[in-house]
Protein backbone atom coordinates (compact mmCIF):
# COMPACT_ATOMS: atom_id res chain seq x y z
CA UNK A 1 0.00 0.00 0.00
CA UNK A 2 3.01 2.26 0.78
CA UNK A 3 5.59 2.86 -1.45
CA UNK A 4 9.43 5.16 -0.75
CA UNK A 5 11.80 6.35 -2.28
CA UNK A 6 14.64 8.23 -0.72
CA UNK A 7 16.73 11.58 -2.30
CA UNK A 8 19.32 13.86 -0.84
CA UNK A 9 22.23 12.34 0.46
CA UNK A 10 25.62 13.16 -1.51
CA UNK A 11 29.30 14.05 0.03
CA UNK A 12 29.64 16.57 2.34
CA UNK A 13 32.67 17.33 5.26
CA UNK A 14 32.68 16.93 8.70
CA UNK A 15 30.35 19.77 10.26
CA UNK A 16 27.99 20.12 7.92
CA UNK A 17 24.41 19.23 6.91
CA UNK A 18 22.19 17.73 4.92
CA UNK A 19 18.53 17.10 4.64
CA UNK A 20 17.27 13.89 3.37
CA UNK A 21 13.46 13.38 1.57
CA UNK A 22 11.29 9.84 1.89
CA UNK A 23 8.43 10.92 -0.92
CA UNK A 24 5.98 8.10 -0.12
CA UNK A 25 3.04 7.01 -2.51
CA UNK A 26 -0.10 5.73 -1.08
CA UNK A 27 -3.21 6.84 0.26
CA UNK A 28 -2.72 5.42 3.94
CA UNK A 29 0.90 6.96 4.45
CA UNK A 30 -1.07 9.65 7.33
CA UNK A 31 -1.57 5.92 9.23
CA UNK A 32 1.86 4.73 8.77
CA UNK A 33 4.55 5.66 11.63
CA UNK A 34 7.77 6.35 9.49
CA UNK A 35 10.99 6.08 10.60
CA UNK A 36 15.18 6.32 8.99
CA UNK A 37 17.73 3.57 9.17
CA UNK A 38 21.28 3.14 7.94
CA UNK A 39 23.57 1.01 6.93
CA UNK A 40 27.58 1.25 6.83
CA UNK A 41 29.36 -1.40 5.04
CA UNK A 42 30.09 -4.21 6.65
CA UNK A 43 27.71 -3.34 9.51
CA UNK A 44 24.27 -4.07 10.60
CA UNK A 45 21.25 -2.06 10.22
CA UNK A 46 20.45 0.78 12.68
CA UNK A 47 17.92 2.53 13.68
CA UNK A 48 18.63 6.34 13.77
CA UNK A 49 14.89 7.66 14.12
CA UNK A 50 11.54 7.31 14.32
CA UNK A 51 7.98 9.25 13.99
CA UNK A 52 4.61 8.22 14.46
CA UNK A 53 1.25 9.45 12.63
CA UNK A 54 0.89 11.77 15.30
CA UNK A 55 3.13 14.05 13.37
CA UNK A 56 5.82 14.86 16.03
CA UNK A 57 4.12 14.15 19.49
CA UNK A 58 5.82 10.70 19.24
CA UNK A 59 9.45 10.27 17.95
CA UNK A 60 12.76 8.44 18.54
CA UNK A 61 16.38 8.96 18.30
CA UNK A 62 19.11 6.70 18.44
CA UNK A 63 21.61 8.20 20.94
CA UNK A 64 24.38 9.03 18.44
CA UNK A 65 22.48 11.34 16.77
CA UNK A 66 20.27 13.54 19.45
CA UNK A 67 20.93 16.84 19.39
CA UNK A 68 21.88 17.20 15.47
CA UNK A 69 19.22 15.31 13.19
CA UNK A 70 15.60 16.01 13.37
CA UNK A 71 12.47 14.00 12.01
CA UNK A 72 9.99 15.09 10.68
CA UNK A 73 6.86 14.44 8.30
CA UNK A 74 4.23 16.34 6.06
CA UNK A 75 1.34 14.18 5.51
CA UNK A 76 -0.07 16.28 3.23
CA UNK A 77 2.95 16.02 0.56
CA UNK A 78 3.37 12.46 1.56
CA UNK A 79 7.09 13.05 2.60
CA UNK A 80 9.42 12.37 5.40
CA UNK A 81 12.44 14.48 6.23
CA UNK A 82 15.38 14.29 8.22
CA UNK A 83 17.42 16.86 8.88
CA UNK A 84 20.99 15.92 9.45
CA UNK A 85 23.29 18.78 11.20
CA UNK A 86 27.04 18.66 12.61
CA UNK A 87 27.61 15.17 10.51
CA UNK A 88 30.65 13.53 11.39
CA UNK A 89 32.61 10.66 9.65
CA UNK A 90 30.77 8.16 11.59
CA UNK A 91 27.59 8.65 10.17
CA UNK A 92 28.90 7.39 6.25
CA UNK A 93 26.27 4.80 5.69
CA UNK A 94 23.18 4.28 3.14
CA UNK A 95 19.94 5.70 4.37
CA UNK A 96 16.96 4.00 4.17
CA UNK A 97 12.97 5.00 5.05
CA UNK A 98 10.68 2.54 6.31
CA UNK A 99 6.65 2.41 7.11
CA UNK A 100 5.12 0.89 10.12
CA UNK A 101 1.04 0.34 10.52
CA UNK A 102 2.05 -0.13 14.50
CA UNK A 103 1.03 2.38 16.85
CA UNK A 104 3.69 3.01 17.65
CA UNK A 105 6.03 0.37 16.30
CA UNK A 106 9.16 -0.86 18.43
CA UNK A 107 10.91 1.44 16.88
CA UNK A 108 14.46 -1.17 16.91
CA UNK A 109 12.56 -4.04 15.46
CA UNK A 110 13.12 -3.89 11.58
CA UNK A 111 10.01 -6.95 10.88
CA UNK A 112 7.68 -3.88 12.48
CA UNK A 113 8.21 -2.61 8.87
CA UNK A 114 6.48 -3.23 6.01
CA UNK A 115 7.84 -0.91 3.10
CA UNK A 116 11.29 0.02 2.43
CA UNK A 117 13.13 2.46 0.60
CA UNK A 118 16.17 1.86 -1.81
CA UNK A 119 18.18 3.80 0.41
CA UNK A 120 20.61 7.35 -0.24
CA UNK A 121 24.22 6.74 0.25
CA UNK A 122 25.69 9.86 2.71
CA UNK A 123 29.23 10.22 2.27
CA UNK A 124 31.06 12.70 5.82
CA UNK A 125 34.68 13.42 4.82
CA UNK A 126 36.81 14.12 7.39
Known amino acids: QVQTAESGGGLVQAGGSLRLSCAAS????????MSWFRQAPGKERELVAG?????????YYADSVKGRFTISRDNAKNTLYLQMNSLKPEDTAVYYC??????????????????WGQGTQVTVSS
Open 98 to 115: AASPWAPPNWREMSDYNY
Open 26 to 33: GRTFATYA
Open 51 to 59: ISWTSGTNT
